[in-house]
């Protein structure tokens, strides 16, 4: 924890920084018909070198087109980057040439997807995809390819790797594709491993062996993992550090162990408190969150968590909260890598994280102002409230 | 892989039982028969008669039809009533002309066509794209009588640019009428004569601009649309996080997949053509088989029409088979059992 972490994109970030990747202020947006979709709203963060970050939030958070972003694979030309950078191993991505950016991905930094049957080409063999992986960023000639394609199928423990190079991507099961996806990531052995929701689209009884592989394949080489997932529960075992988003914001940010015990931010105690634990005996209820994240193209003046938080004050209406240390208003800077951060005007107690709801009948801002209308409207009305 | 094919090949004899069921049928409805044809309008009854004798017109219907078939199967597609040519040598001799007028039209068609869907498809709503797409639907929509003149006009008779009729210049050159009739092969490998070889070629370019039209339109159409799918796929995403450079994504992960759509196009708009263009044949002067049956159907020739229907019904679904084993070879995901 000696690194130092800095919100503000200043020069000296990279001189005590040091970190592998550096995200800051990354901001994306996505042409639609229906206007302008703010999906990635300033978001800074870094991944040190052999680091297992988890990043967790709904679908449509902008997790994974933050990732997209980092790699520059947003779709065009609906998605653009519109402001930030980001930093790998002192390489300024976002102004890397064109083919120093295609030498980068695949080599450096690789990338595994959440559906392995549709993320695998299903006309050609699995040999084949792997091989061309090693072809595009090196002289190797193909049978010293091959064989290296080989040693990584085995390392990810694809039975009878040699002979199943011939096979095509729906002669496998779910699990095995995505090993073979994830040696297809590994194959380069890049410096940073982005795993976005590796294991959604398969059987609960294989998430667990994927998981344990994508940490056992980082550990052995030496990759830092960028673990995305919507599912917290993925990330609990398995990484340092979590970052959690919510409509194109970090919301709450701290080491695994600590997000867990003390979440601050209502929206991450909502995640919490919506997925079941053994721990805590079975008379937990289970509170899903209420009401759907909010519209990308409008997003609201204040706290984008406002509309369906408990907490809410009057302040979270108007001002959107910065990423500080819990209860301070400023936004922080300097501080340690996995100091615990949330962006929150009045982030919840331990005693009402646990309980899930604010203490002492608090009623949410948003609330509040709706009864005030109802209570006005009743009044013009002429009836009793 | 095998019994798939020897299957399909089995159905071919329902298909042609019926078919020629069929063509017995509307050919006996129509008005008028062969002997019109042959005899002219100032034709007696007597003669009429005397000449229904002898093509056996005068049997019943059912009797004529098991006459045909029983020949059919012994492989004799009978006599052309006006020339008294046999079906099959004609067939023979004509067949070699429209495979040489579809393979060039079908040549343009791909060339063009498959490289225009492409660079369409990547610059989707660019201006090329829209114009692409403008040019296409005119390519389509347009009837091939009147691009074949307009073609004759402007590159005949207008800039003397290129010949609009037959396959040859028949002053300068003779073929031998029991070769191959490929006159392409015929010209530069038996031959070996440039010159000769440059006259076929510049016989073939108008009629296969004009037949090719519409197949590369379609062509263009169907590999811009497949490949915009495919652009958007998981695996294409998948194999630019690999680095792999854009040539190679091109090739192999989106024309690759594009392939599977465009190929099935390709083979129906083969099949289609081979069957004979009539207009395009018709208007150039074309020796194929679409021009023979077009006179064979204004004659009345019932055993050209109906063999030649015959035919042609084997060739579309011997293309077809092809077509298919082609899509299992691009498939994997499809092995026939």
């Given at each position: 924890m000696t690194r130092i972490y800095d919100a503000?994109?200043?020069?000296?970030?990279?001189?005590?920084g040091?970190s592998l990747l550096q995200v800051r202020?990354?901001?994306?947006?996505?042409?639609?018909?229906?206007?302008?979709?703010?999906?990635?709203?300033g978001v800074s963060f870094d991944v040190q070198?052999h680091e297992l970050l988890g990043i967790v939030g709904e679908?449509?958070c902008g997790k994974?087109?933050t990732?997209?972003?980092?790699?520059?694979?947003?779709?065009?030309?609906?998605?653009?980057?519109?402001?930030?950078?980001?930093?790998?191993?002192?390489?300024?991505?976002?102004?890397?040439?064109?083919?120093?950016?295609?030498?980068?991905?695949?080599?450096?930094?690789?990338?595994?997807?959440?559906?392995?049957?549709?993320?695998?080409?299903?006309?050609?063999?699995?040999?084949?995809?792997?091989?061309?992986?090693?072809?595009?960023?090196?002289?190797?000639?193909?049978?010293?390819?091959?064989?290296?394609?080989?040693?990584?199928?085995?390392?990810?423990?694809?039975?009878?790797?040699?002979?199943?190079?011939?096979?095509?991507?729906?002669?496998?099961?779910?699990?095995?594709?995505?090993?073979?996806?994830?040696?297809?990531?590994?194959?380069?052995?890049?410096?940073?491993?982005?795993?976005?929701?590796?294991?959604?689209?398969?059987?609960?009884?294989?998430?667990?062996?994927?998981?344990?592989?994508?940490r056992?394949?980082?550990?052995?080489?030496?990759?830092a993992v960028m673990l995305i997932t919507h599912d917290l529960g993925v990330v609990a075992g398995m990484t340092q550090r979590i970052q959690v988003m919510y409509a194109g914001h970090i919301v709450e940010t701290a080491t695994t162990d600590e997000l867990f015990a003390h979440p601050r931010h209502p929206y991450t105690v909502g995640l919490l408190r919506s997925i079941?634990r053994?721990d805590e005996?079975?008379?937990?209820?289970?509170?899903?969150i209420?009401?759907?994240?909010?519209?990308?193209?409008?997003?609201?003046?204040?706290c984008p968590f406002?509309?369906?938080c408990?907490w809410?004050?009057?302040?979270?209406?108007?001002?959107?909260p910065p990423l500080g240390l819990p209860g301070s208003a400023e936004p922080a800077t300097g501080v340690a890598l996995g100091t615990h951060l949330a962006a929150c005007w009045n982030p919840a107690t331990d005693d009402e994280a646990r309980?899930g709801?604010?203490?002492?009948?608090?009623?949410?801002?948003?609330?509040?102002?709706?009864?005030?209308?109802?209570?006005?409207?009743?009044?013009?009305?002429?009836?009793?409230? | 892989?095998?019994?798939?094919?020897?299957?399909?090949?089995?159905?071919?004899?329902?298909?042609?039982?019926?078919?020629?069921?069929?063509?017995?049928?509307?050919?006996?409805?129509?008005?008028?028969?062969?002997?019109?044809?042959?005899?002219?309008?100032?034709?007696?009854?007597?003669?009429?008669?005397?000449?229904?004798?002898?093509?056996?017109?005068?049997?019943?219907?059912?009797?004529?039809?098991?006459?045909?078939?029983?020949?059919?199967?012994?492989?004799?597609?009978?006599?052309?009533?006006?020339?008294?040519?046999?079906?099959?040598?004609?067939?023979?001799?004509?067949?070699?002309?429209?495979?040489?007028?579809?393979?060039?039209?079908?040549?343009?068609?791909?060339?063009?066509?498959?490289?225009?869907?492409?660079?369409?498809?990547?610059?989707?709503?660019?201006?090329?794209?829209?114009?692409?797409?403008?040019?296409?639907?005119?390519?389509?929509?347009?009837?091939?009588?009147?691009?074949?003149?307009?073609?004759?006009?402007?590159?005949?008779?207008?800039?003397?640019?290129?010949?609009?009729?037959?396959?040859?210049?028949?002053?300068?050159?003779?073929?031998?009428?029991?070769?191959?009739?490929?006159?392409?092969?015929?010209?530069?490998?038996?031959?070996?004569?440039?010159?000769?070889?440059?006259?076929?070629?510049?016989?073939?370019?108008?009629?296969?601009?004009?037949?090719?039209?519409?197949?590369?339109?379609?062509?263009?159409?169907?590999?811009?649309?497949?490949?915009?799918?495919?652009?958007?796929?998981?695996?294409?995403?998948?194999?630019?996080?690999?680095?792999?450079?854009?040539?190679?994504?091109?090739?192999?992960?989106?024309?690759?997949?594009?392939?599977?759509?465009?190929?099935?196009?390709?083979?129906?708009?083969?099949?289609?053509?081979?069957?004979?263009?009539?207009?395009?044949?018709?208007?150039?002067?074309?020796?194929?088989?679409?021009?023979?049956?077009?006179?064979?159907?204004?004659?009345?020739?019932?055993?050209?029409?109906?063999?030649?229907?015959?035919?042609?019904?084997?060739?579309?679904?011997?293309?077809?088979?092809?077509?298919?084993?082609?899509?299992?070879?691009?498939?994997?995901?499809?092995?026939?059992?």
């Amino acid at each position: 924890m000696t690194r130092i972490y800095d919100a503000s994109a200043d020069a000296t970030t990279r001189a005590d920084g040091g970190s592998l990747l550096q995200v800051r202020d990354l901001r994306v947006e996505f042409s639609s018909s229906s206007g302008r979709v703010h999906a990635v709203n300033g978001v800074s963060f870094d991944v040190q070198a052999h680091e297992l970050l988890g990043i967790v939030g709904e679908s449509g958070c902008g997790k994974s087109v933050t990732s997209l972003a980092i790699l520059r694979l947003l779709p065009k030309p609906a998605g653009r980057i519109t402001g930030g950078t980001v930093t790998f191993d002192g390489t300024d991505l976002l102004h890397l040439g064109d083919e120093a950016m295609r030498d980068l991905r695949g080599r450096q930094v690789a990338m595994i997807f959440q559906d392995p049957m549709t993320s695998l080409n299903p006309v050609t063999t699995i040999g084949e995809q792997l091989v061309e992986v090693v072809q595009a960023h090196t002289k190797l000639r193909r049978k010293a390819a091959e064989q290296r394609a080989i040693e990584t199928l085995e390392l990810v423990g694809l039975p009878n790797a040699k002979a199943r190079l011939k096979n095509f991507p729906h002669q496998f099961s779910g699990g095995m594709r995505q090993r073979v996806m994830i040696a297809m990531a590994l194959i380069m052995g890049p410096k940073l491993l982005i795993a976005d929701e590796p294991t959604t689209a398969l059987d609960v009884t294989i998430q667990a062996q994927i998981l344990d592989l994508i940490r056992r394949v980082a550990q052995e080489t030496g990759a830092a993992v960028m673990l995305i997932t919507h599912d917290l529960g993925v990330v609990a075992g398995m990484t340092q550090r979590i970052q959690v988003m919510y409509a194109g914001h970090i919301v709450e940010t701290a080491t695994t162990d600590e997000l867990f015990a003390h979440p601050r931010h209502p929206y991450t105690v909502g995640l919490l408190r919506s997925i079941p634990r053994l721990d805590e005996g079975g008379s937990r209820e289970l509170l899903p969150i209420e009401g759907l994240p909010p519209d990308l193209t409008r997003l609201p003046a204040g706290c984008p968590f406002a509309p369906r938080c408990a907490w809410a004050i009057e302040r979270c209406l108007t001002e959107n909260p910065p990423l500080g240390l819990p209860g301070s208003a400023e936004p922080a800077t300097g501080v340690a890598l996995g100091t615990h951060l949330a962006a929150c005007w009045n982030p919840a107690t331990d005693d009402e994280a646990r309980a899930g709801v604010p203490a002492n009948g608090h009623i949410s801002a948003v609330e509040a102002a709706g009864r005030e209308r109802a209570a006005a409207a009743a009044t013009a009305l002429g009836v009793e409230p | 892989m095998l019994k798939f094919i020897v299957r399909r090949l089995l159905l071919l004899i329902p298909i042609l039982l019926g078919l020629s069921l069929l063509m017995v049928v509307f050919l006996h409805m129509l008005p008028g028969d062969p002997c019109g044809a042959i005899l002219g309008e100032h034709s007696t009854p007597a003669n009429i008669a005397r000449c229904q004798h002898g093509l056996g017109l005068d049997k019943p219907l059912y009797q004529q039809y098991l006459d045909y078939m029983a020949g059919v199967i012994h492989g004799d597609f009978g006599v052309s009533a006006t020339n008294k040519v046999s079906v099959t040598t004609s067939f023979l001799t004509r067949f070699p002309a429209t495979i040489e007028l579809t393979v060039a039209a079908m040549f343009l068609a791909i060339g063009i066509g498959i490289p225009l869907g492409v660079a369409a498809a990547k610059r989707q709503y660019s201006l090329f794209d829209n114009f692409a797409t403008v040019a296409s639907l005119i390519g389509i929509s347009i009837p091939i009588f009147f691009l074949g003149l307009l073609l004759q006009y402007v590159f005949g008779v207008w800039l003397h640019w290129l010949p609009t009729a037959g396959r040859y210049d028949l002053g300068t050159f003779s073929y031998d009428h029991a070769g191959t009739n490929f006159l392409l092969w015929e010209s530069l490998v038996i031959n070996r004569n440039p010159a000769e070889f440059l006259d076929v070629v510049r016989h073939l370019i108008l009629p296969a601009v004009a037949l090719g039209t519409i197949p590369l339109a379609v062509v263009a159409r169907i590999t811009r649309s497949a490949v915009l799918e495919v652009l958007s796929e998981d695996y294409v995403r998948t194999a630019r996080a690999k680095g792999l450079t854009s040539k190679r994504i091109d090739d192999r992960h989106v024309l690759r997949n594009a392939m599977l759509p465009i190929s099935t196009v390709i083979g129906l708009q083969t099949g289609l053509l081979l069957g004979g263009a009539v207009l395009t044949e018709q208007i150039f002067s074309w020796g194929g088989v679409g021009n023979w049956l077009f006179q064979a159907a204004v004659d009345k020739d019932f055993a050209v029409i109906q063999s030649g229907a015959l035919i042609l019904a084997s060739i579309f679904v011997v293309v077809n088979l092809i077509v298919d084993v082609g899509y299992a070879y691009l498939n994997p995901r499809i092995r026939y059992q």
